[in-house]
């Protein structure tokens, strides 16, 4: 009997072959695995969100380190006016052990100060009654420069300008720090006992910062 549709389309002819060839249809299933193997690389090829994110927070730590650099510089600038003098800055530190025997005795001034051109540190240590130390020195630049970014990132200009309590308890030292900068003026005292507490942590920190300055 004739075939009433003796014409077939070129796709079903195909696709009658590959039906009836199992050697087609071998060959059809390994191109499906090699197209399956070449998504998967193409997958794992794309940044995901987290190495996105990862770059992301590396540019942020970069730009914060630049900006960080700039300050410091922005900083030492500022310590200096507009005809490249010093600006005026002056910083005391008192400390004493108050009414103890004299073999215990013990006190400690510290006086760092700037003229137009240049930075001087005076010390007076005396221990055990003895004076131990009396000196003034001139300061370079750099160690001023360091010691002034410190105090300043402490906060030491940022306390108010404190005066002497009026009632004073005979017999114990009211110790003191003042400091003057530009315009800028603070001071605080404190007495030993309550140094230690940790309410005065940051003011602790700044007397020992100062304890350790040396020429």
Same mark, same amino acid.
């Given at each position: 009997m004739?075939?009433?549709?003796?014409?077939?389309?070129?796709?079903?002819?195909?696709s009658?072959?590959e039906?009836?060839?199992p050697?087609?249809q071998s060959?059809?299933l390994?191109?499906?695995?090699?197209?399956t193997?070449?998504?998967?690389?193409?997958?794992s090829?794309?940044p995901?969100k987290?190495?996105? /994110?990862?770059? /992301?927070?590396?540019?942020?730590?970069?730009?914060?380190?630049?900006?960080?650099?700039?300050?410091?510089?922005?900083?030492?600038?500022?310590?200096?006016n507009?005809?490249?003098?010093?600006?005026?800055?002056?910083?005391?530190?008192?400390?004493?052990s108050?009414?103890?025997a004299?073999?215990?005795?013990?006190a400690?001034?510290?006086?760092?100060?700037?003229?137009?051109?240049?930075?001087?540190?005076?010390?007076?240590?005396?221990?055990?009654?003895n004076?131990?130390?009396?000196?003034t020195?001139?300061?370079?630049s750099?160690q001023?420069e360091?010691?002034?970014? /410190?105090?300043?990132?402490?906060?030491?200009?940022?306390?108010?300008?404190?005066?002497?309590?009026?009632?004073?308890?005979?017999?114990?030292?009211?110790?003191?720090?003042?400091?003057?900068?530009?315009?800028t003026?603070s001071?605080f005292y404190?007495?030993? +006992?309550e140094?230690?507490?940790? +309410?005065?942590?940051?003011k602790?920190?700044?007397?020992?910062?100062?304890e350790?300055?040396?020429?």
């Open positions: 004739a075939n009433p549709n003796p014409v077939e389309t070129k796709n079903q002819i195909e009658t072959d039906n009836s060839n050697t087609a060959t059809k390994k191109h499906k695995k090699v197209n193997k070449t998504n998967s690389n193409l997958s090829s794309r995901s987290k190495g996105k /994110r990862t770059v /992301r927070i590396k540019q942020n730590l970069n730009l914060k380190q630049k900006n960080g650099s700039n300050q410091i510089h922005s900083l030492h600038t500022n310590l200096k507009h005809k490249g003098n010093w600006k005026p800055m002056d910083l005391v530190w008192e400390e004493s108050g009414a103890v004299p073999e215990y005795r013990y400690k001034q510290f006086h760092l100060w700037t003229d137009s051109k240049t930075i001087h540190l005076t010390r007076k240590i005396v221990k055990n009654g004076l131990q130390l009396e000196e020195k001139e300061i370079p750099i001023y360091k010691w002034m970014n /410190r105090f300043l990132e402490m906060g030491i200009s940022h306390f108010p300008y404190e005066e002497i309590p009026e009632e004073q308890i005979t017999g114990i030292s009211y110790n003191f720090v003042e400091f003057q900068f530009g315009s003026k001071k404190y007495r030993l +006992e140094i230690q507490q940790p +309410e005065w942590k940051q602790k920190n700044i007397i020992k910062y100062i350790r300055m040396k020429p």
